[in-house]
T-cell receptor, first 117, second 111 residues
Framework: GAVVSQHPSWVICKSGTSVKIECRSL??????MFWYRQFPKQSLMLMATSNEGSKATYEQGVEKDKFLINHASLTLSTLTVTSAHPEDSSFYICSATPVGQPSYEQYFGPGTRLTVT | GEDVEQSLFLSVREGDSSVINCTYTDSSSTYLYWYKQEPGAGLQLLTYIFSNMDMKQDQRLTVLLNKKDKHLSLRIADTQTGDSAIYFCAEFNTGGFKTIFGAGTRLFVKA
């Protein structure tokens, strides 16, 4: 149980276009989903915390107009990278906390590798 | 601010024990985790420990917590080549309700 999927698993896009990444909890409902970014050989950096039905909370230094997060249902959160640039190329990982579970219980998706050319 | 530090690289021979160390700064951390990441994949939770515990053992994995020194370690007994991966130490920060990750320790197991 507690499986989180991401789609797509990898994407290549041209500079200036927008890309949407989906994060789904497959066998549970998630009150809270987290979006992380991971640069090569580096740690995960929390970008934002997404709660169903409300606006996401962004970490300091993360542009909310560039990284649009929508948590429209208890099983789906999306991250849209708008007007992507090569420096946005990274590995994006989401995690989800089941309804009724404390925030320290997180289940991670497999990640989405974004390459902007 | 909160910070989690770990050594970046560890190399061991197959069959030996591996010990990966981590230090953290946030004294209000209540949960500390070890995650495993294989190339190109997401994170797999290996184990976690509550801050009121000193040790936790789960099959080949032993976690030791020294809360006074804010030091966490992961020992992998009888290390196998399949254990080669990046291991992340992480703390759950109760103040901000978020998880802070270390930079990851790359474990290389030699056959």
């Amino acid at each position: 149980g507690a499986v989180v999927s991401q789609h797509p698993s990898w994407v290549i896009c041209k500079s200036g276009t927008s890309v949407k990444i989906e994060c789904r909890s497959l066998d549970f409902q998630a009150t809270t989903m987290f979006w992380y970014r991971q640069f090569p050989k580096q740690s995960l950096m929390l970008m934002a915390t997404s709660n169903e039905g409300s606006k996401a909370t962004y970490e300091q230094g993360v542009e909310k107009d560039k990284f649009l997060i929508n948590h429209a249902s208890l099983t789906l959160s999306t991250l849209t990278v708008t007007s992507a640039h090569p420096e946005d190329s990274s590995f994006y990982i989401c995690s989800a906390t089941p309804v009724g579970q404390p925030s320290y219980e997180q289940y991670f998706g497999p990640g989405t590798r974004l390459t902007v050319t | 601010g909160e910070d989690v530090e770990q050594s970046l690289f560890l190399s061991v021979r197959e069959g030996d024990s591996s010990v990966i160390n981590c230090t953290y700064t946030d004294s209000s951390s209540t949960y500390l985790y070890w995650y495993k990441q294989e190339p190109g994949a997401g994170l797999q939770l290996l184990t976690y420990i509550f801050s009121n515990m000193d040790m936790k053992q789960d099959q080949r994995l032993t976690v030791l917590l020294n809360k006074k020194d804010k030091h966490l370690s992961l020992r992998i007994a009888d290390t196998q080549t399949g254990d080669s991966a990046i291991y992340f130490c992480a703390e759950f920060n109760t103040g901000g309700f978020k998880t802070i990750f270390g930079a990851g320790t790359r474990l290389f197991v030699k056959a």
